[in-house]
């Protein structure tokens, strides 16, 4: 992707939102919208284990409000001199809509170091798609909404450990 101003953010987003949609599809079994609503969480640093982490993140993004990518653009472009990266992440994806979670990082959160080094730098843009503890080269497609948990994500879980401790059992 090219560099990121702030006269081209909403194209990048809407770029990467392309790029993410692919990514999902090849990865996951759920059929993915085109259809994208966005909401924006600032990326803390943050000394909880991960589980934990999940499930205050979930909780913040259910009070959330789905906006439009130019909604979510303008807020942005707001704090666009503090930004240093911009994470876009398939939140929750359903048969009409694909819910997109915009994670940014600010300069001001860094290293007093490190941000002298970054100060002028425009922020990157990355897409990622979250892959459960249990998806392996067996299972090549996954439901994209597992973090959200359920029935079938506890499932998968529990035969995770299941196979696991027989891996383990047999090697003994």
Partial sequence: MKNITKEN?????KEGTTILLEMAR???SNKISNRTSYILSEIKINQSNLEQRQKERKILNSKKKPVTLKEAS?????????????NLFVYQSKKTNTLIEIRYFLKSSLDTDFFKTIENTPPMLHCKIEVPPYATNKIKKYDINWHLGGIKHEWNLFWN???FHLKYWKRL
Avoid: P
């Fill in 9 to 13: 953010l909403e194209k990048q987003l």
């Fill in 26 to 28: 090849n990865s996951c």
């Fill in 74 to 86: 303008e807020k942005l472009k707001e704090i666009y001199g503090n930004l240093y990266d911009i």
């Fill in 161 to 163: 450990k299941i196979q």
